[in-house]
C-alpha cells in the first residue's frame, strides 16, 4: 500500500519537476504564470493536470488549438512515479530512502533542463547540496567524513577531465559530481562515473549508428549520469565486490 502511495506522490511530484526544469534555466518562476499550451497560450485547467491521465484522455492534444502536447511530459511524471515507488524495494524503509526520493527528485529536474536546453542550473544544485548535506547529517555514510571526501573527488575529477577536454565536460556536471560525491562517497562516486561514461559511450554510439545523432552534435550528458549513478547507488558495493572476485579469480 505504502509503495503505493509513492506511485502517486511520484507522478505528482513529475508533474512538478517538469516545470521545475523547464523554468528555472529560463528564470521565470515556477508558480506563476500557471502552466500553459505553449502553441495557443491556453492555460491549463486543473483537471488538464492530472499527471498521466490527462495526457492520455485528451490523446496527447491541447484542448484549446490540438496541436500536439510532448509526451516528455508524461514519461517523466510516469518515470518519476515508478523511480519513487521502487525505490524502497532496493533500500528499504529506512531513513536512507529519505535521501534515495531526494537523489530522483534531482535528477528529474536536471535530466528535463539538460534535455531542453542542455544546462544543469546552478541554482538547482545548489538547492540539494544543501538538502543532502543536512541528510548526510541525519543519516550519515560510514564513515561519516566519506561524504566530504567524495564531494572533492567528484568536483577534482570531472574539473580535472573539463580542463583536459577543453570544454569536452560541461560546468554544470562538474558541480553536479561534488554533490553527488556527497551522496556516494569516494567508490561510488567514481563507480557512478565510469558506469555513466560507459552508458554514454554504448548508447550515443547506437544513436549515431541509427543516425538518430549527427557526428559531432552535442548529445546531454546528464540522462547517462542519471542513470549510471541511480546503479551505482542501488548496487554499487555488489558491483564492486563481483569485480574484486572476478580479479581474484582472473589471477
Known amino acids: 500500500m505504502f509503495t503505493f502511495y509513492l506511485l502517486i506522490l511520484g507522478l505528482v511530484f513529475g508533474s512538478f519537476f517538469n516545470v521545475v526544469g523547464l523554468r528555472v534555466p529560463l528564470k521565470k518562476s515556477t508558480v506563476a504564470p500557471r502552466s500553459a499550451c505553449p502553441t495557443c497560450g491556453h492555460q491549463l485547467k486543473p483537471y488538464e493536470l492530472i499527471p498521466v491521465v490527462s495526457y492520455i484522455i485528451q490523446s496527447g492534444k491541447c484542448r484549446g488549438c490540438q496541436s500536439r502536447i510532448s509526451p516528455i511530459y508524461p514519461i517523466f511524471e510516469l518515470l518519476t512515479g515508478l523511480l519513487f515507488m521502487t525505490a524502497p524495494l532496493v533500500i528499504g524503509w529506512s531513513g536512507e530512502l529519505v535521501v534515495a526520493l531526494t537523489l530522483i527528485s534531482m535528477f528529474m529536474i536536471i535530466v528535463v533542463s539538460d534535455i531542453h ?70 567508490k561510488l562516486v567514481l563507480l ?13 554510439g547506437l544513436a549515431l549508428l541509427l543516425k538518430i545523432v549527427k557526428k559531432r552534435q552535442p548529445v546531454p550528458f546528464g540522462p547517462f549520469i542519471a542513470a549510471g549513478t541511480l546503479i551505482a547507488y542501488y548496487w554499487g558495493s555488489e558491483i564492486i565486490d563481483f569485480y574484486i572476485q572476478f580479479l581474484h579469480q582472473g589471477f
Open 192 to 204: 557512478s562515473f565510469f558506469l555513466s561514461t560507459l552508458l554514454g559511450a554504448v548508447i550515443g
Open 117 to 186: 536546453y542542455m544546462i544543469i542550473p546552478d541554482k538547482i544544485l545548489i538547492w540539494f547540496a544543501g538538502i543532502f548535506l543536512l541528510e548526510r547529517i541525519v543519516w550519515p555514510l560510514n564513515p561519516w567524513w566519506d561524504s566530504l571526501l567524495g564531494a572533492v573527488t567528484g568536483f577534482v575529477l570531472l574539473l580535472l577531465i573539463a580542463l583536459v577536454s577543453k570544454g569536452g565536460m560541461g560546468g554544470g556536471d562538474v558541480k553536479l559530481y561534488a554533490v553527488l560525491g556527497l551522496v556516494l562517497g569516494v
